[in-house]
């Protein structure tokens, strides 16, 4: 993380896991560039420490984050080349999250939309409070969604569910959103971080290694065929072996205790 203090974000540490909240609960945690521009640095640094193994994203307050700021954007006066630079950072953290070797939990508390629903499809879990909401709004605006949206959820909800959600920009539930495979679980809200930070843990547990393979083997499997993804499946295991991690886990298999990873 920076020197300085997030002026968007709160960031705490429990153990492993670094929980970043998005914090303009003012505006229901509404995208500005600056929020965007201190994820990304958020992000970096979370990359970078080894000591983190699972990041949550959150939000302050009753929303997770209602989208980007259309009062700021109404009184902005941007060249179209600064328009395309904000949008580009959108993007930016998208992909952040999705390629993160960590797992990302968005906890979803409250109001997810536009931008804000784009970041929590872009994490490897979505846990919503039950009465939490999440929406795609962007036809009802006049524009179109970004972060990789239009190829992710048809890909965790299948094509039809997600043609229904972007299409129409239906809101959904936590409790829905469960149903249709969209959130790993929903909670009453006065659990729901907790209830994160415990998946949090039980994945930091998890060998660092591994679980940096396997996201990315499962994030690309979709776009690569059989014979590719064997081969990088037998690097990736090749790879695991030559970790202390891996002596580790069969130690304590054989020794029928916890193991203790440290990701090397």
Known sequence: ????????????????????RF??????????ETLYTELLAAL?????????????LTGEGRAFCVGADMKEHGGARRTLYQRRQYLQ??????????????????AVNGYALGAGAEMAVSCDFIVMAEDALLGFPETSIGTCVGGGVSKTLPQLIGLNMARQLLFTGRRIDGKEAERIGLATSSW?????????????STLAGQAPVSIAMLKRLVNQGGH?????????????????????????????????????????
């Open 188 to 200: 009453p809200r006065e659990t729901l971080l907790s209830e994160a930070h415990r998946l949090g």
């Open 44 to 56: 970096a640094a979370a990359e970078a420490d080894s000591d983190i193994r699972v990041v949550i």
């Open 1 to 20: 993380m920076s020197q300085s203090s997030p002026e968007t974000l709160t960031i705490a540490r429990q153990g492993a896991v670094m929980e970043i």
């Open 224 to 264: 690569t065929d059989l014979e590719g993804q064997l081969q990088q499946e037998l690097d990736a295991v090749f790879t695991c072996s030559t970790t202390d991690d891996w002596q580790e886990g069969v130690d304590a298999f054989a020794e029928k205790r916890k193991p203790n990873f440290k990701g090397q």
């Open 23 to 32: 914090n303009r609960p003012h505006r229901l945690n509404a995208v500005v």
């Open 89 to 106: 950072l959108g993007n930016d953290v998208c992909e952040a999250i999705f390629r993160l070797d960590k797992p990302v939990i968005a």
